[in-house]
């Protein structure tokens, strides 16, 4: 499937509609959405303007019926190129009643219990006080949302995987001309601006994030910002795009030898990629994120102490499950995940190789273009 921007209004009505059936089993009487991703989700409300924190924005999902819409005024011309049609706006911000009251009517109206998303990776995006203004004014009785949102989020369909590897192919395609811009005696700083260019170039939206890191051994993280020191013949340079477009993150990265490798350099990327490809093996529906860990583990030769060698993906750069030896959470056809390993090849210095496949019935597809064991020489 070729994505297209955007999405049908079945779409997001479908999503809806799985919540409600999650909610109507656990006896919610709505869901409150506070953050982007969540409210992106079921509406398709689309914009940059999240980067200005001084506005909550607020979607009630009730249990039957349509989503209503609770958001500063700002975003009503918006918010009404979109499938809902309940839109109730304030002039915002305003220091007294920030959309409280107006939120507080429209759950009174919908009725409770409210779920809330309350695991891993969410937070309530309004401040403790006016939450507590709104449990008062309301008076519904407020809990977890069971992990209903992140239930729905976790199982991508057919169009949200043609973004994501849509995302993936302009990385591709970007990772391709690094010749262009990393060699001896560039600054890594100016590698990491015109890997932004280069990701714009060919057809990203924004790079929300770029990490990376070079030296002759590896390089100390994976989330550093880059420094003003020049690549080096045989360094080993890394870089880490999460890069959008669409709304949908790509999330891997690539590493190559400046000028010329070294035999432990090529070593530690062929066992990395022989890593990826058992997790490729053993990402099947059933398996668990648990399985994948030990698979690509016993690979690599860590233990418990590697962290985790992978996770989900998709409208956020990390979002659901975590490849660890803990996390038990199955497989499911239509998850999008990262199998990432890391390998200690100094005292103080790693190296990382990530890619990103969607899981499917049968072998998993790969959305990333698959990296070669051999380990790429630029710059020479």
Excluded at 129 to 136: H, I, M, N, S
Excluded at 206 to 228: C, E, N
Excluded at 339 to 359: D, K, Q, S
């Amino acid at each position: 499937m070729s994505a297209t921007r955007g999405f049908a209004q079945g779409e997001h009505r479908a999503r809806v509609a799985r919540a409600q059936a999650g909610m109507q089993a656990e006896g919610l009487g709505a869901l409150l959405l506070t953050t982007e991703p969540d409210m992106r989700y079921f509406t398709g409300f689309l914009t940059r303007f999240w980067e200005s924190p001084s506005r909550p924005w607020f979607l009630v999902l009730p249990a039957r019926g349509d989503p209503v819409a609770v958001i500063p005024a700002i975003g009503a011309a918006l918010m009404a190129t979109t499938w809902v049609r309940d839109i109730r706006t304030w002039a915002a911000p305003d220091l007294v009643d920030d959309g409280v009251s107006l939120l507080a009517d429209a759950l009174r109206e919908i009725g409770g219990p409210v779920g809330v998303p309350s695991h891993m990776e969410t937070h309530l995006r309004m401040p403790l006080a006016d939450f507590e203004r709104l449990k008062q004014a309301s008076g519904v009785g407020f809990t977890d949302d069971r992990g209903i949102v992140a239930g729905c989020r976790a199982i991508k369909s057919e169009a949200e995987i043609a973004k994501i590897a849509r995302s993936c192919a302009i990385a591709g395609r970007a990772f391709a001309r690094l010749d262009e811009i990393a060699a001896p005696g560039v600054a890594l700083s100016r590698v990491f601006r015109d890997f932004q260019r280069l990701l714009l170039e060919e057809g990203a939206d924004w790079v929300p994030y770029l990490a990376g890191g070079a030296g002759p051994q590896g390089y100390a993280d994976v989330i550093s910002p880059a420094s003003d020191v020049p690549l080096a013949r045989e360094d080993v340079l890394m870089l880490d795009t999460g890069a959008v477009w669409d709304g949908y993150f790509c999330d891997f990265d690539r590493n190559v030898a400046i000028g010329q490798s070294t035999a432990a350099q090529r070593a530690a990327h062929a066992r990395l990629t022989e890593a990826v490809h058992a997790g490729l093996e053993a990402a099947r529906p059933g398996a668990r994120a648990c399985d994948l860990w030990r698979v690509m583990a016993d690979v690599l030769g860590v233990d418990e102490r590697a962290g985790r060698l992978g996770h989900g993906l998709g409208m956020q750069l990390t979002e659901g499950l975590s490849l660890t030896a803990q996390d038990q959470t199955p497989l499911c056809a239509g998850m999008v995940i990262t199998l990432e390993p890391g390998l200690e090849t100094a005292p103080g210095r790693i190296m990382v190789h990530e890619e990103n496949i969607v899981v499917a019935h049968g072998a998993p597809r790969v959305l990333s273009p698959l990296s070669d064991p051999a380990l790429p020489v630029i710059g020479k």
